[in-house]
């Protein structure tokens, strides 16, 4: 079993700043792809950023140059540092650990942390 802590979220004005924290632990076996989703109120989760194994990142286009994730793979904690905030970043975040194995699709998430932009 994996669980996964975030920490991190709370109330920001706009052009303000904030920096998520997820840490794993449990039955991870290997470096996985780590990331941070996202979901308003009314709406679906959707990917936010994830560094794949060897590093590589994908960013929604809402967030790139504004968001950056980074992993420490000795400790399997992510992190999401997220700049120049705006009110539609507004919504709860959750840290994802994602993977395929053999042609199934495991996805382990946290509990989520609420990241509120005032205007």
């Known amino acids: 079993q994996v669980r996964l802590v975030e920490s991190g979220g709370g109330l920001v004005q706009a052009g303000g700043s904030l920096r998520l924290s997820c840490a794993a632990s449990?039955?991870?076996?290997?470096?996985?792809?780590m990331g941070w989703y996202r979901q308003a109120p009314g709406k679906g989760r959707e990917l936010v950023a994830v560094?794949?194994?060897?590093?590589?990142?994908t960013y929604a286009d809402s967030v790139k140059g504004r968001f950056t994730i980074s992993r420490d793979n000795a400790k399997n904690t992510v992190d999401l540092q997220m700049n120049s905030l705006k009110p539609e970043d507004t919504a709860v975040y959750y840290c994802?650990?994602?993977?395929?194995?053999?042609?199934?699709?495991?996805?382990?998430w946290g509990q989520g942390t609420q990241v509120t932009v005032s205007s």
């Open positions: 994802n650990v994602g993977f395929w194995v053999g042609g199934a699709r495991y996805d382990y």
């Open positions: 449990g039955s991870i076996f290997g470096i996985k792809p």
């Open positions: 560094m794949a194994e060897d590093g590589s990142t």
